[in-house]
């Protein structure tokens, strides 16, 4: 049966919150990605969605714009260590090659996402005059039929003798503790000086209680959607298995973290919900 091109639903609301954030936050704006939303092309009545409402999202909407924004600090960070390859593991509407090209063009990224996904947005991009360039490497990959993301990027060009930055965003909660025990040692033979970012959900009573009640309706509407969240980790359990799996290093960086990184300054009251922090694993 033929894959359907469409983009993923939780792929879009990110799209949609980050083009919010620069619409309803005043300045200065942790990331400024206006293409995601170009891209989408929502009906007009996109802010009218209840998941949109600028006050009652602000905290996921601030968490989505800091997680990227995380990412690619570390990234543009990597990059003048000399490192030159990019992996974007459930890419989504990510448009870190769109934006920022001239970091991009030092770069060989690979987006690594459902097939029908990359089809879709391979033609948005044309459609919006956009387009790709060269060192931009799209990887389709059936992860229901089993198909290795891996093996797909080794043959899309990837180097496995060279190191590199993986992000994995908004994916562990998705898999089984087992699962995510076995990506994280296949990501521990990237070659030395690699680096993985991830991000993991805590379980329930370690996110702040104001955060709480939000938390339980992301839970319950993820569980309505046939998508529920099966994996929770304390940072101390994510900290060992990332060292069990074979890294040479692993750090553990709190939404407090990113929010005195990226928040403390402003006058707005935005800050970042509690509940996904990252992992961060060096080999």
């Not at 093996?151 to 930055?165: E, L, N, T, W, Y």
Request: glycine content about 6%; overall charge negative; some cysteine.
């Amino acid at each position: 049966m033929a894959t359907r091109a469409t983009p993923d639903s939780t792929a879009v609301r990110v799209a949609l919150w980050r083009a919010l954030h620069l619409e309803v936050d005043a300045p200065p704006h942790v990331l400024c990605d206006p293409i995601g939303l170009e891209l989408a092309a929502p009906d007009a009545d996109w802010r009218q969605r209840p998941d949109m409402d600028p006050k009652q999202t602000s905290s996921h909407r601030a968490a989505i714009v800091a997680r990227a924004r995380f990412v690619e600090d570390l990234v543009t960070a990597a990059a003048e260590w000399g490192v030159e390859q990019y992996v974007i593991l459930g890419a989504g509407l990510d448009t870190y090659a769109q934006r920022r090209p001239e970091s991009a063009a030092r770069l060989r990224v690979f987006e690594v996402d459902k097939p029908g996904a990359q089809e879709w947005k391979r033609r948005r991009l044309a459609e919006t005059g956009h387009g790709t360039s060269g060192e931009l490497r799209f990887v389709p990959v059936d992860f229901e039929a089993g198909e290795s993301w891996w093996q797909k990027v080794s043959a899309a060009g990837f180097d496995a003798q060279r190191p590199a930055v993986v992000a994995s965003t908004g994916v562990s909660m998705y898999l089984s503790k087992e699962a995510n025990m076995a990506a994280l040692r296949s990501l521990a033979a990237l070659a030395p000086g690699s680096t993985l970012a991830m991000t993991f959900q805590l379980p329930q009573e370690l996110v702040d209680a104001q955060d709480r009640p939000a938390r339980e309706a992301a839970l319950n509407g993820a569980s309505a959607s046939g998508t529920p969240f099966i994996s929770f980790f304390a940072p101390a359990e994510m900290l060992d298995m990332a060292r069990q799996a074979g890294f040479a290093e692993a750090e553990h960086v709190s939404g407090a973290q990113l929010n005195e990184r990226y928040f403390a300054d402003r006058t707005d009251g935005l800050r970042m919900s509690s509940g996904e922090d990252f992992l961060i694993a060096t080999t």
